[in-house]
């Protein structure tokens, strides 16, 4: 079992920026997919970026590219997302999943491992 533990999240204002952490344990493995999602009340849950945790390559939804930025620290096992330059449309919770592949992948049904999600509010 993984266990994930996400933090960071908050209020900013638009144009702002807040740095969220997921903090892995457990059976983590660096042959593992790291990710992130959101959801907003109604809608699915919604690929936001990925990183694959030995190879270091990323990918990211077009809604955050060139604002967010993905990345992860070995010796913590924790891994990151700098959200810059944030929109009230980037409201949602924010959920870190792990996936037992080094393969990226959008769909969240491919992922084995969520977090309890953090709150990220985005006022205008």
């Known amino acids: 079992q993984v266990q994930l533990v996400e933090s960071g999240g908050g209020l900013v204002q638009a144009g702002g920026s807040l740095r969220l952490s997921c903090a892995a344990s457990?059976?983590?493995?660096?042959?593992?997919?790291m990710a992130w999602f959101r959801r907003t009340p109604g809608k699915e849950r919604e690929f936001v970026a990925a990183i694959s945790w030995s190879l270091g390559s990323t990918h990211y939804s077009d809604s955050v590219k060139g604002r967010f930025t993905i990345s992860r620290d070995n010796a913590k096992n924790t891994v990151y997302l700098q959200m810059n330059s944030l929109k009230p449309e980037d409201t949602a919770v924010y959920y870190c999943?792990?996936?037992?592949?080094?393969?990226?992948?959008?769909?969240?049904?491919?992922?084995?491992?969520w977090g309890q999600g953090t709150q990220v509010t985005v006022s205008s």
């Open positions: 457990g059976r983590t493995s660096s042959r593992y997919t």
């Open positions: 999943a792990a996936r037992r592949s080094t393969v990226i992948t959008t769909a969240n049904n491919h992922y084995d491992y």
